[in-house]
């Protein structure tokens, strides 16, 4: 007899307070078809993802060909496969390209992959398909494309997770067929399903019901099992015309044991006590008509009847284990089955393999690769899914355009033009040099004169006017009588800014004004407060201002240099938490955790190529903000280069971060968002973070862009060198030693759960 290639001994996994399994013992022996059975929820995924070393569990030990489940989950991965129970291939990636993703993976070199390929190619039936997306094919080949890739490094078990679930019945079939003749070839296959008709076709079946195994053995054993069909009784087919409307009469009958509905039959487990004959003549059914013959029971009859008594004993508060375990040594009365039950006692699960020498030694070469292994498939396949998918492309170049010019002119935080009406009640000369003086500053733009109060409120009231000049009927005859004139200008402050600009404005021009009358008048009479080279009357201090850097107060020159570190940030975080978030959904994640793929390599694999796309995006809108904007780049380029990488190592740990945290895209996008709002509020890209609060000052400091939008206005505007930004630089390095260790660990940490 063939050693067992699983041994699982009192399994338990519980989720909280959830026993997902409970106390699961059972073997599996080379080149078997074991199937477990059980209906959702039972825990069958759970026990394939603890077998895998994909899952830890609670208590117990298993087993695959003689390593420990635990310890050396990374000796089994190379050496089995799986399918898992969603279809978790890459639907952007051609039937060959998810094949050839595989056989990378599990590091066949290119000669073998190619031999490879085509077996399975030729196994799975796929060789006029090779070109085709996979997302485009049907239920039926998608399962035969997940096949083929489980089986691309020649595993010696294979697992199969609800292979047909949500396939039609021919390509149930074909599947079936396919898995027998892998079975020929000595493959050993563990196969969970719930349909019943399949437990047939399976060698060895374990029946699993909420979490507890309740039957376990050779499915024509299982038939023979008292508790099937009692001594005392027999089981019949029953060909009558209307079988549904007999069915309920039947099943009150204190001899009917159990009735069933099959097609166009009913079987039915009866009492010898009573003959079918009898019972149907009492119902005033046509004895003669009916078609009877004596049936065994089928693996459906077994684990219905077997249910039905779980339930029963559930409902009466016994325990299950108890109850179903002595079930066991009854089935292995027959000598031959004695053998093939698991005698788990004896199981000895620490025991080295020694009859596998050359496996052990390509084992210990694998275990010092696998950190990085992986690496170069992962990333040829994710650059894959960047030239397949347009929105990552669109992401890459226009988003960060449209983004540059929309913010960069929309936030202009320059105020001119505000909206004025003037109401001048004098309307000589001066006064009118007065009105035309406000207009000159370019801040107001004169929108009307009105001739009335009522007509100058309703500009006002209307919001036509932000601004209102009424000019005083005696303007000019007090400024003649050298007396003081009042000037009122009235102020929209609905909008503070708008209003604060106004009225700087305003009193400054009226400050203007009157120095320059006063200057005048105090030369002619000659008491002028201090006099010029020349000899003319001047005020005594002159404060001369020169604007370093911007000169001509662009805000866009400010603000466009900040807007390319928050967009690479939005760009590198969004794109890594979608890529790695969007595995998890498809559940191809899980899929790479069962093969030997390192942690390094999936990690770089799946960093690397949005570094690169956020690299381009940088380079996007630096182009943009030197030929639309007009912004020079006054410092190193190189140094800009060199410390925006290290701000994307933020970004890309950022995203790491996030996908470590969400378990969907929209969950993903939800999170994303969160960590932008800081960057964009708080980082010193909108408002200045010297106006903040202390506290919320304090917490600038604890955001990457803060440190990065100062490096970027420094380098771009002021021509800072590295020396002058090393506080910055020292606080960005810090935050991507932060952020990236502590989402490597939290990622490693999902991986390992
Ligand atoms: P089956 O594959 O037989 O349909 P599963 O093994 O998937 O059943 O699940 C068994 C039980 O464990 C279910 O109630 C399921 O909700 C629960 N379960 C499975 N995985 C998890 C998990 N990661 N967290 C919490 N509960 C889980
Ligand atoms: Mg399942």
Partial sequence: ???????????????????????????????????????????????????????????????????????????????????????????????????????????????????????????????????????????????????????????????????????????????????????????????????????????????????????????????????????????????????????????????????????????????????????????????????????????????????????????????????????????????????????????????????????????????????????????????VHIRRQPTTLFFMFVVPVIQTIIFGFAIDTQIENIPTVVFNMDGRQQSRELTDAFSNTRRFRLVDHVWSESEFQQALSSGRAKVGIRVPPDYVDKLLRSEQTHLQVLIDGSDAQVASTALSTAQLLGLNLSIELATAKGDALQLAPARNATGQGVLPVEVRTRLLYNPDLISSHFFVPGLVGIILQLVTLFLTSFAIVRERELGTLEQLFVTPVGRTGLLLGKLLPYALVGFVTLLTVLVVMIYVFGVQIRGSIALLLCLSMLFMVCSLGLGLLVSTIAKTQLEAVQFAFIIMLPSVLLSGFAFPRSEMPLPIYLVTFGIPATYFIEILRGVVLRGADLLALFPWVAGLFACGVFVLSLSVMRFQKRLSN
């Fill in 1 to 383: 007899m063939s050693d067992a290639i699983i041994k699982v001994e009192s399994l338990s996994r519980s989720f909280g307070s959830l026993q997902a399994v409970q106390d699961v013992s059972f073997q599996v022996h080379q080149g078997a078809i074991f199937g477990l059975l059980g209906p959702n929820g039972s825990g069958k995924s759970t026990i394939i993802r603890m077998l895998l070393g994909i899952l830890p569990p609670s208590s117990g030990n298993a087993s695959v060909l003689d390593l420990d489940v635990q310890q050396d989950a990374e000796l089994i991965k190379p050496r089995v496969g799986y399918m898992s129970q969603q279809f978790s291939l890459y639907g952007d990636l051609s039937v060959q390209e998810n094949i050839d993703f595989y056989g990378r993976i599990y590091r066949l070199d290119p000669q073998r992959l190619s031999e490879r390929r085509q077996a399975v190619l030729q196994l799975a039936g796929l060789q006029d398909r090779k070109s085709q997306l996979a997302a485009t094919l049907s239920g039926g080949w998608k399962q035969r494309l997940a096949l083929a890739c489980s089986l691309i490094h020649e595993p010696d078990v294979l697992f199969l997770d609800e292979p047909t679930a949500g396939i039609d019945p021919v390509a149930r079939r074909h599947l079936w067929d396919l898995l027998f003749a892998l079975s020929g070839n000595g493959v050993t296959l563990f196969v969970t399903t719930h349909y019943m008709d399949e437990a047939e076709r399976c060698t060895d079946v374990a029946y699993i019901y909420h979490s507890r195994l309740l039957v376990l053995g050779k499915p024509s054993q299982l038939k023979l099992l008292p508790e099937v069909t009692p001594e005392n009784a027999r089981r019949y087919e029953l060909r009558v015309p209307s079988p549904a409307n007999l069915l309920s009469r039947l099943r009150p009958v204190p001899e009917v044991l159990d009735a069933t509905l099959y097609g166009e039959t009913i079987h039915i487990l009866i009492r010898n006590s009573r003959t079918l004959d009898s019972v149907l003549r009492d119902l005033g059914a046509d004895a003669d008509a009916a078609d009877i013959r004596e049936i065994p029971p089928s693996l459906e009859d077994v684990f219905v009847t077997l249910t039905a008594r779980a339930q029963q004993q559930v409902k009466e508060g016994d325990e299950l284990a108890q109850t179903i375990s002595p079930m066991l040594p009854d089935v292995s009365e027959e000598p031959q089955s004695r053998q093939e039950q698991p005698d788990i006692a004896e199981a000895n699960f620490d025991k080295t393999p020694a009859d596998r020498p050359s496996a052990a030694i390509r084992d210990s070469g694998s275990r010092r690769l696998s950190t990085w292994s992986g690496l170069i498939a992962i990333l040829i396949k994710e650059f």
